[in-house]
């Protein structure tokens, strides 16, 4: 295969991409309560929540299995429906 990339749509996310994301939002009056994160196939790591939270301590992480006690919630249909409406 040389150099070709067998994983190619495979993508992590940043703790750069995620704070330019908070950044444009509270440019655009959203409130930090209002923010959800998270990822359906994957978790949100730990670094990156870590990082995250030294500069906006107040949104939501969401986790497809629940690990409430990192301080997450359980992302399901129902609740992200009635954020959303």
């Known amino acids: 295969m040389g150099t070709v990339n067998r994983y ?3 993508s992590e996310t940043s703790p750069a991409f995620i ?3 908070f950044v444009n ?3 655009g009056k ?3 309560e209002d ?7 994957k ?5 990156i929540t870590n990082i995250c939270m030294l500069n906006f301590q107040m949104f939501i992480i969401l ?9 997450r919630e359980l992302a399901v ?3 992200l429906l009635n954020k959303i409406f």
């Open 8 to 10: 190619y749509g495979l």
């Open 19 to 21: 704070l330019s994301f």
């Open 25 to 27: 939002l509270l440019r």
């Open 30 to 32: 959203c409130c930090q």
């Open 35 to 41: 923010i959800y994160i998270g990822d359906p196939m």
């Open 43 to 47: 978790f949100i790591y730990k670094h």
């Open 63 to 71: 986790d497809h299995i629940g690990h409430t006690n990192l301080g």
């Open 77 to 79: 249909k129902e609740l």
